[in-house]
């Protein structure tokens, strides 16, 4: 049975059950959704992927093992960078520099702006609905960058959680992703690009 709540109670909802687990589940949940991207897509030497740098305090998906992933195959790594109140796309390198910023985030020290069109965009989020509408910590960041300047194939979500709610209250501005990864499945939306 599908029920609505709002954003905030979602918000909420999921922030709690995620500060809830234990850095042994993080780990393995985490484990558990990169062999899934994994198995579902066939990212291939030379294509970009944009991927956010976890931020451990809040059990976001340990996300260091898709980098690592990406390196070893030739994949080329961006990650996100706020800067002027907007996220920025940041390629890295394995010896790429790292500082924290004033939100606790690891962000590359380089300022430069990839400006390219990306592969995938594996987001990060603490709720997302069978929709593909996501929630995250209600800074309007991801939005902003997917109606940005660059052309993204596959905005993809990374989770612990299956969706179950519904969002009741999206917005005209909120974009919907193009598919949902969690430890137990891949949830692909239908969107009309």
């Not at 995620?18 to 959704?33: G, N, P, T």
């Amino acid at each position: 049975m599908n029920f609505s709540l709002t954003k905030k109670e979602l918000r909420t909802i999921y922030k709690e059950k995620r500060m809830a687990l234990s850095q042994d589940e993080v780990h393995f949940l985490s484990e558990k959704i990169y062999e899934r991207f994994v198995l579902q897509f066939n990212v291939i030497e030379n294509q970009k992927v944009n991927i956010f740098l976890p931020i451990q305090k809040f059990n976001e998906v340990n996300t260091q093992i898709f980098i690592d992933y990406f390196f070893n195959n030739k994949i080329r790594v961006f990650v996100p960078k706020i800067q002027n109140e907007k996220l920025i796309s940041v390629e890295v390198f394995p010896d790429s520099e790292y500082e924290i910023n004033s939100w606790g985030i690891k962000e590359p020290i380089s300022d430069v702006d990839s400006n390219v069109d990306l592969d995938y965009v594996l987001t990060p989020l603490l709720y997302c609905d069978r929709s593909g509408n996501r929630i995250g910590y209600g800074k309007g960041f991801y939005d902003s960058f997917f109606s940005g300047n660059y052309k993204i194939n596959n905005k993809i979500g990374l989770n612990f959680f299956s969706p179950k709610e519904d969002v009741s209250d999206v917005f005209e501005l909120d974009l919907p992703l193009d598919g949902l990864i969690t430890p137990y499945e891949y949830c692909g939306f239908n969107l009309n690009h």
